[in-house]
Each structure stands twice: as structure tokens, then as C-alpha cells.
């Protein structure tokens, strides 16, 4: 009895926050991260315990349980698309791993993907010059790179011209940005990449804040990268509720985890490609990359 207690008490603790979307501090924003298993392990609670005829604590448990299922499910399921009848556009985003990341893994997914904008992130200045000697500038010879050594960096290749720009708030971590001309329309794209939760969550906070919102008046706006949050984060679904789109959540993939590339700890998906409300997500994949501790993540788009 006492250990079905205790049990409960620390599942309803972490459902509930993420019912009423309090983030919290680091621990418990890492533990929201983990909301589908915790509801997986809600539910079997909830039966175990009214297996043993603690209907009390079964019920309360199992009712909650249910209640994160339904706020699940959706993910599963594509969303309606807008009307959209413009240029093509494929975007691919890269966490890179201290630079770590297979070079030649990542001009091989290009080339075959045929990318047009690719963010990379934790970018350093030694892989810059490996992307050069491996060819990446001759299929996207547009760049507006911000290499540091360490996980500090991040970078925009393009195959069309880019002006860079200055959209996303400060952050402790490069999040560089720049309008692409695809073919005379102009798409302003932001490499994300805020800090995580578990190093400073009220920075966190702010620098996801600091994200540009979404101008229906002006150029299409695209955000890729590593975002360090999941949808049942509350700081992030602030960002989606500016008005952009979740090119996974979108098309029923909202389940397909991003990081880590190995099963420990519990994958999750903190990677995302944010689009603008007036774009359609033709399709989205999540692709692996030898020696990074990410996946990439691809979203094939349609501008208005």
C-alpha cells in the first residue's frame, strides 16, 4: 500500500503539471520530457492497483492516465494542410555533437535528399573545414555560419543566396538567422538552439520566448533545430501558439524521437521544423547520423 503511494504521488505529480503546463524547474522539466512514458507507467499503475483492490489510488491514477492519452493520441494522426501552391523547399536540421557528427554522412543526406537549407548545430570551426574538403559548398554555396568550439556553435548552407539577419533573441548559444530568395520569394529560417532545461530552465524559458513569432503580413518564416523541448513542454507549445506549425505534429509523426540516437537515456523528440502557418508540410522524416547523439530531421515544404 504504502509503495502504490508513494508511486502514485510521484506520477500525479509530474501528470498534473504537465495537465495545467507548468514547466517547473530543470528536474521536473526533464521529467515532462518523459510524458509518454510516464503515462505508460500511469496506466499500468492505475491497473496494478486495482488489481490489488486499491481502488482509491487505481482510480485517481488510472483517470489521470487516461487524460494524458488523450492529449497523446493527436500526435499520431496528420493535420489538415493549408492551401499552398509556391515553391518547393526542403529543409533539413543537424545537431552535429561537439562537432562530432559523420561529415560526409550529413553531404551524402544532402545530396540525396537534394536539401536546400540545412541548419547545423553545435557547430565547430574544425568541421567547417571538413564540410569544405568533403563538398557540402558546392550543393549549398550559401552560408551564414557561427562555428565555436564546443556545443556553442550552429550555422545556415544554402542553395539560394542568403542575407543574414538578426531574429532570435539572446541566447548562450549561437541561433543565427537569414532570409533565403527561393526563386523571388523570401523565407527567413532561425537555427535553434536554446539551452537545456536541465542547465538552466528559467533561460530556458526566455531564450524559446525569444523565438521570432510568425508574420502573416510578411516574409514566410521557418524554425529548425534542436529546441531542447518536447510538445508537452509548456515553454514551446507558447511558441507553436504564436501560429507556427510542427512539420511531425502535422503529419502524424509526433512520436518519432530525435535524441538520443542510442536507447538511453529514454528517447524523445526535442528537434522540430516550426513553419510558418501559411506553408504546407508535404512530408517529414527523421534520418540518422553515424556519431552524433541526434537524429536530423527533414521537412519537404510548399510555399504559399
Not at 499500468?44 to 497523446?72: C, E, T
Not at 493549408?82 to 562537432?99: D, E, F, T
Not at 543566396?161 to 533573441?169: I, K, N, V
Request: net charge negative; glycine share 8%.
Amino acid at each position: 500500500m504504502i509503495v502504490l503511494a508513494v508511486l502514485a504521488l510521484g506520477f500525479l505529480e509530474i501528470a498534473v503539471m504537465r495537465l495545467l503546463g507548468f514547466d517547473g524547474n530543470k528536474v521536473t522539466a526533464a521529467l515532462i520530457a518523459l510524458t509518454p512514458y510516464v503515462t505508460a507507467a500511469g496506466l499500468v499503475l492505475g491497473g496494478v492497483s486495482l488489481a490489488l483492490r486499491h481502488w482509491w489510488i487505481g482510480g485517481i491514477v488510472l483517470v489521470v492516465a487516461l487524460a494524458l492519452v488523450g492529449m497523446l493520441l493527436p500526435r499520431t494522426f496528420a493535420s489538415a494542410q493549408p492551401a499552398a501552391h509556391g515553391a518547393k523547399l526542403r529543409v533539413m536540421s543537424s545537431n552535429q555533437y561537439l562537432g562530432r557528427a559523420d561529415v560526409q554522412s550529413i553531404v551524402r543526406l544532402v545530396r540525396e535528399n537534394q536539401v536546400d537549407v540545412l541548419n547545423l548545430l553545435e557547430l565547430t570551426p574544425r568541421e567547417v573545414t571538413e564540410f569544405e574538403q568533403a563538398g557540402l559548398f558546392e550543393l549549398l554555396p550559401y552560408r551564414v555560419f557561427k562555428p565555436v568550439s564546443g556545443g556553442a556553435g550552429s550555422g545556415i548552407a544554402s542553395r539560394y543566396p542568403l542575407t543574414e539577419l538578426s531574429l532570435a533573441g539572446p541566447s548562450r548559444m549561437k541561433q543565427p538567422s537569414a532570409r533565403v530568395d527561393v526563386h523571388g520569394t523570401p523565407v527567413e529560417v532561425v537555427a535553434v538552439h536554446p539551452i537545456p532545461p536541465t542547465t538552466d530552465a528559467d533561460e530556458w524559458k526566455k531564450e524559446l520566448a525569444g523565438l521570432p513569432k510568425p508574420d502573416q503580413h510578411g516574409a514566410v518564416r521557418v524554425l529548425a533545430g534542436d529546441f531542447n523541448s518536447t510538445v508537452d513542454h509548456a515553454a514551446f507549445r507558447k511558441v507553436l501558439g504564436t501560429g507556427y506549425t510542427d512539420a511531425g505534429l502535422t503529419t502524424g509523426s509526433g512520436f518519432t524521437s530525435t535524441w538520443p540516437s542510442s536507447f538511453f537515456p529514454p528517447p524523445v523528440t526535442i528537434d522540430h521544423v516550426l513553419v510558418d502557418p501559411r506553408v504546407a508540410v508535404d512530408s517529414y522524416r527523421v534520418l540518422d547520423v553515424p556519431d552524433s547523439d541526434h537524429h536530423a530531421v527533414l521537412a519537404e515544404l510548399t510555399l504559399p
